[in-house]
């Protein structure tokens, strides 16, 4: 069964970082070939995109909110996406989850929800100012 598992979230202050883990197992689902991309819902508000790589690893996209702060980065081998988050906000508070493209080697990184196919679960970060 394919699954995406996040962890590392957690409360930190207000200037505080935390990194982000997505692994993913099940048939199939090798992320080597495919995008990949974290995404925040925050309490009441719709799920927005936050980073994405792509499927080569090679180019990444990020939020004009979080860009120079977040980091995404993959390992094919392990199966594992990462999102280093520095310099946090109250407004990076929500649920992060990460997601698997539905196309297999995209040529670009989409910010779009409907690029993507598998979702995790999520994992809550709370910034408290």
């Known amino acids: 069964q394919v699954e995406l598992v996040e962890s590392g979230g957690g409360m930190v202050q207000s200037g505080g970082s935390l990194k982000l883990a997505c692994a993913a197992s099940?048939?199939?689902?090798?992320?080597?070939?495919?995008?990949m991309a974290w995404f925040r819902q925050g309490p009441g508000k719709e799920r927005t995109f936050v980073a994405g790589?792509?499927?080569?690893?090679?180019?990444?996209k990020y939020a004009d909110s979080v860009k120079g702060r977040f980091i995404i980065a993959s390992d094919s081998a392990k199966m594992t996406v990462t999102l280093e988050m520095t310099s946090l906000n109250a407004d990076d508070t929500g649920v992060y989850v990460c997601?698997?493209?539905?196309?297999?080697?995209?040529?670009?990184?989409?910010?779009?929800?409907?690029?993507?196919?598998?979702w995790g679960q999520g994992t809550q970060v709370t910034v408290a100012s």
């Open positions: 997601a698997r493209d539905r196309q297999r080697r995209r040529s670009y990184t989409s910010s779009e929800p409907g690029s993507y196919t598998y």
């Open positions: 099940g048939p199939g689902l090798s992320i080597g070939h495919f995008g």
């Open positions: 790589i792509k499927w080569s690893g090679d180019s990444t």
